[in-house]
């Protein structure tokens, strides 16, 4: 069966400081994997998603960046955090060249910048 | 472009009475519709799913949902809600790419009374 991994589960950071989210797949290959930012009482906004290794799509401009350095292995980055990355992470994963697109969750990790 | 609208933002119901929550979509083809919920500091879990046939989907947790094409909705009901039901849920619609992209509703949150 398939898992998904993230980590850590919660992190503070103060403003100015550089980030990096790991998100981990097991049980699958070439998986579609998405990264979404929740901020409180708020739906999901996708930030990047990618196709394959080395293929990353950012859906809005922002202070973060992606990377896929491996299959099943999706990094969220930043250089300088700002108070507005706060929020909640969550990292997903589909199945590849599929129609249909039903999407798998990770626990998240809960950002604070202070 | 596609979008989700979840017109309740919060909900209350007590406990053994019935539960509907609204989603509306907005989208140029045939939809593939999703019902996700969230508890507090999770992840997404997928509740159904609806891509073809059977207009009435059931899901995990006694969970129904029923896909109108001339209302553009995709409304999920419960017969009878229980105290574990309280949680965050969100309507998604998938694009047909093979990025397997969801766009989300903002979300509705379920309070369920004693």
């Known amino acids: 069966s398939q898992t998904i991994h993230q980590w850590p589960a919660t992190l503070v950071q103060p403003v100015g400081s550089p980030l990096s989210l790991e998100c981990t797949v097991e049980?699958?290959?070439?998986?579609?994997l998405y990264w979404y930012r929740q901020a409180a009482g708020r739906g999901l906004q996708l930030l990047f998603y990618?196709?394959?290794?080395?293929?990353i799509s950012s859906e809005v401009p922002q202070n973060l960046s992606a990377s896929r350095p491996q299959d099943r292995q999706f990094i969220l980055s930043s250089k300088k955090l700002l108070l507005s990355d706060s929020g909640f992470y969550l990292c997903?994963?589909?199945?590849?060249?599929?129609?249909?697109?039903?999407?798998?969750f990770g626990p998240g990790t809960r950002l604070t910048v202070l | 472009a596609q979008s989700v609208t979840q017109p309740d933002i919060h909900i209350t119901v007590s406990e053994g009475a019935s539960l509907e929550l609204r989603c509306n979509y907005s989208?140029?083809?045939?939809?593939?519709l999703f019902w996700y919920v969230q508890s507090p500091g999770q992840g997404l879990q997928l509740l159904l799913k609806?891509?073809?046939?059977?207009?009435l989907v059931q899901g995990i947790k006694g969970f129904e949902a029923e896909f109108k094409r001339s209302q553009s909705s995709f409304n999920l009901r419960k017969p009878s809600v229980h105290w574990s039901d309280a949680a965050e849920y969100f309507c998604?619609?998938?694009?047909?790419?093979?990025?397997?992209?969801?766009?989300f509703g903002d979300g509705t949150t379920l309070t369920v009374k004693p």
């Open positions: 609806y891509f073809s046939g059977d207009t």
């Open positions: 049980g699958t290959s070439n998986p579609n």
């Open positions: 990618s196709v394959g290794i080395g293929q």
């Open positions: 998604a619609v998938g694009v047909r790419t093979n990025a397997g992209k969801s766009t």
């Open positions: 997903a994963w589909s199945l590849p060249d599929r129609d249909y697109n039903e999407q798998f």
């Open positions: 989208y140029g083809a045939t939809p593939y």
